[in-house]
């Protein structure tokens, strides 16, 4: 079974501060993708890393992929109320029957609180 | 331009009843996948379906079933329904090969 253990699972910050968001894989996934959701609604895409050692920054938010591609990081720099919210680390796993895009492995997320 | 749509988005059953979410993919998607998201949790995989066939399957019992239309609309069922079942089912298209989109979700309550 493919596990995505993320880290840590509550953080509450102050606006302006700095904070980092871990995942951790037992296996190796075709690529990792991060997601944000927000109360009542469904997991938005940030970003997709593929290839190992790869880092995709977005704004303030900079991704990591470890270079065995079991491990990722998101941080976020100078964070804003914004950002609150739930973020999910997923590994992609192939897909079959015909399709190329196969299930995600989500982590368990991580509650975001940024306070003004 | 839709994105991806869900109906109900919020309902109430009993234990042992029987239930039907229905999921509209976004325009020009051809797959759909369906996922459980339980509360303080990740959404966990239940299957996706492709040319109206079911392609993957995660870890659910036989009582999570599914559908596919022709016109790539899909349909989740979930029979004898456990207290354990309450969450939010997400359904989430993609077209070949692409990202996915998911929708706000249906939030089962059963009591």
């Known amino acids: 079974t493919q596990l995505l253990e993320q880290s840590p699972q509550f953080l509450s910050i102050q606006e302006g501060e700095n904070l980092t968001v871990y995942c951790n894989s037992s296996?190796?996934?075709?690529?990792l993708q991060w997601y944000r959701q927000e109360p009542g609604e469904g997991p938005v895409l940030l970003v997709t890393?593929?290839?190992?050692?790869e880092v995709k920054k977005l704004k303030r938010l900079t991704f990591q992929f470890g270079d065995a591609r079991k491990d990722s990081s998101l941080h976020i720099t100078a964070a804003q109320t914004g950002d609150t919210g739930l973020y999910l680390c997923?590994?992609?796993?192939?897909?079959?029957?015909?399709?190329?895009?196969?299930?995600?492995?989500f982590g368990q997320g991580t509650i975001l609180t940024v306070h003004p | 331009d839709a994105g991806v749509t869900q109906s109900p988005t919020h309902l109430i059953k009993t234990r042992g009843q029987q239930v039907t979410l229905r999921c509209s993919p976004k325009?020009?998607?051809?797959?759909v996948s369906w996922y459980q998201q339980a509360l303080g949790q990740g959404p966990q995989f239940i299957f996706q379906?492709?040319?109206?066939?079911?392609?993957q399957r995660g870890n659910f019992p036989d009582r999570f079933s599914g559908h596919q239309f022709p016109n790539y609309s899909s349909e989740l069922n979930v029979n004898a329904l456990l207290l354990g079942d309450s969450a939010l089912y997400l359904c989430?298209?993609?077209?070949?090969?692409?990202?996915?989109?998911f929708g706000e979700g249906s939030r089962l309550t059963v009591l």
């Open positions: 989430a298209s993609s077209p070949s090969g692409g990202e996915l989109f």
């Open positions: 296996s190796v996934f075709s690529s």
């Open positions: 890393v593929v290839t190992g050692g």
């Open positions: 997923a590994g992609v796993s192939p897909g079959a029957g015909g399709t190329s895009y196969g299930k995600l492995t």
């Open positions: 325009s020009g998607h051809d797959t």
């Open positions: 379906y492709y040319e109206e066939e079911e392609r």
